[in-house]
């Protein structure tokens, strides 16, 4: 979210419509969010199977759709019924749809990840700067209370420069439908937000990595659901981060659970609870917004408007009516994507190391 949001007038609250591409096991969910979201509408819905469209449409009163195509002409034939597109497809599908909207001129919201290859990444990133829209990831782990003030400590100082950081990430979670039989499903689709957590909320820049992942018997999983993660990033911070899908100890919350260690102090994110503990006795009397217990900091969470997909929400519908580019708009977030491929790499060659370069961007022309 933006950092320093302008004021926001009667006509910037207004609601915009919002067209869904993708209501399967996850994406029926998006549908709640939108309803219960301030300045959204839902404008209506895209499946594959026409059935399923209908039925949802009806119940939400929504004209139903067949494909991204038949959308987009009934958008240029009723001016205003469509104002954005949620993308809410598995990834493969991600490039075609938000490419065909940008086309149509409307702004899009992208479930992560971004898409399946850097190629189709740098595609939406040339088709929203070619028809001057708006393409956002709804990383929605970022739009939360505890990252959120995380990322200010860190950006105000508080524990100096991050030298290294652990994180533990361990469930077991019913899922249904694609997950299950993909061949990485905990490094494509739920490593994502903590990957992206490295980037947007402790502002490392990762350089290089090594990654190992494997099967426990009992997965339900049809790929591999634990993973080992060890990243190299500029000025020196090492992160070490270990996860599994198929978990049978303790449970960590779905951020996970993590220790960020400075030059100054450490950090102790877990279950939306932060703490601090300094390298100096005369640090611990008094922070802001903290109160003192044994020599730990305990610190009060940052409020916010809006949080989860809910805050991706807001942060979208920010960034179109001030004509604003959002936090993680698909230009920043193609890094993400890239920690996440490369991560896939280095597991799917035994854990040899991979270096990250940003990759190279035509420009539009």
Not at 79 to 87: E, M, S, T
Not at 179 to 202: C, F, N, S, T, Y
Not at 345 to 358: I, N, W
Request: proline share 6%; net charge negative.
């Amino acid at each position: 979210m933006n950092a320093n949001p302008q004021p926001v007038s009667s006509q910037e609250s207004r609601s915009l419509r919002i067209l869904q591409v993708g209501i399967g096991s996850w994406g029926s969910s998006w549908l709640e969010i939108i309803e219960a979201s301030n300045g959204w509408e839902l404008a209506g819905v895209v499946s594959r199977t026409p059935e399923h469209a209908a039925e949802v449409g009806a119940l939400h009163g929504v004209p139903a759709f067949r494909d991204i195509q038949e959308a987009v002409r009934f958008s240029k034939e009723n001016p205003g019924a469509i104002d954005a597109v949620l993308v809410a497809t598995p990834p493969e599908h991600h490039a075609a749809i938000a490419i065909e909207a940008l086309r149509a001129g409307l702004d899009v919201l992208i479930e992560k990840p971004l898409a399946p290859t850097i190629a189709d990444a740098e595609s939406i990133i040339r088709a929203s700067e070619d028809f001057g829209r708006i393409a956002m990831v709804a990383q929605n782990y970022r739009f939360k209370r505890a990252p959120r003030t995380v990322q200010r400590l860190i950006r105000d100082g508080v524990i100096g420069d991050i030298q290294q950081v652990f994180v533990t990430f361990q469930k077991n979670p019913p899922f249904v439908g694609f997950r299950l039989e993909m061949d990485e499903p905990l490094i494509v689709d739920g490593m994502a937000h903590q990957l992206d957590q490295i980037r947007g909320v402790l502002g490392l820049q990762p350089t290089a990595l090594r990654a190992r992942s494997w099967n426990p018997s009992w997965s339900q999983f049809s790929g591999n659901a634990s993973v080992s993660l060890d990243i190299e990033c500029s000025g020196g911070a090492r992160v070490l981060y270990t996860a599994s899908w198929a978990s049978y100890g303790p449970q960590t919350s779905w951020d996970g659970d993590w220790d960020i260690q400075g030059t100054k102090g450490g950090i102790h994110w877990s279950n939306n609870t932060v703490t601090i503990t300094f390298s100096s006795l005369f640090d611990s009397v008094f922070l802001a917004g903290a109160v003192e217990k044994s020599g730990i900091m305990h610190v009060t969470l940052d409020d916010l408007p809006a949080e989860e997909r809910l805050g991706a929400l807001a942060e979208f519908h920010r960034a179109i009516m001030q004509s604003d580019t959002p936090e993680t708009d698909v230009r920043d977030n193609i890094a993400s994507l890239q920690l996440v491929l490369a991560t896939l790499e280095s597991a799917q060659k035994d854990g040899s190391p991979v270096r990250l370069e940003l990759p190279h961007l035509v420009p539009s022309t």
